[in-house]
Nanobody, 115 residues
Framework: QVQLVESGGGLVQAGGSLRLFCAAS????????VGWFRQAPGKQRELVATYNGRGMTNYADSVKGRFTMSRHNAKKTVYLQMNSLKPEDTAVYYC?????????WGQGTQVIVSS
């Protein structure tokens, strides 16, 4: 069974930076697509960024140019570098890892951006 554990969230002022981590345990595959999603209070969960097994990344328009996703396959870890944070980035951030056979989610890490 694969488990995903997010960390790195916290409280930061607008304009600041945070780096989120998603560590996986269990059997995972380099061809997995990994993603970061977020859910703000009263809103639906939305895509933030994805990174597929071919090294291609995709970002939501709202975070392009500010967020950077990376992965270290040997460490089974995925990162989300968040710069120039805005109050509207406040949400619980979730890590996702999937392929054609499985779909796993972490428990989330809270990010709060104060104005």
């Amino acid at each position: 069974q694969v488990q995903l554990v997010e960390s790195g969230g916290g409280l930061v002022q607008a304009g600041g930076s945070l780096r989120l981590f998603c560590a996986a345990s269990g059997v995972i595959f380099n061809f997995d697509t990994v993603g970061w999603f977020r859910q703000a209070p009263g809103k639906q969960r939305e895509l933030v960024a994805t990174y597929n097994g071919r090294g291609m990344t995709n970002y939501a328009d709202s975070v392009k140019g500010r967020f950077t996703m990376s992965r270290h396959n040997a460490k089974k870890t995925v990162y989300l570098q968040m710069n120039s944070l805005k109050p509207e980035d406040t949400a619980v951030y979730y890590c996702n890892r999937k392929n054609g056979y499985s779909d796993y989610w972490g428990q989330g890490t809270q990010v709060i951006v104060s104005s």
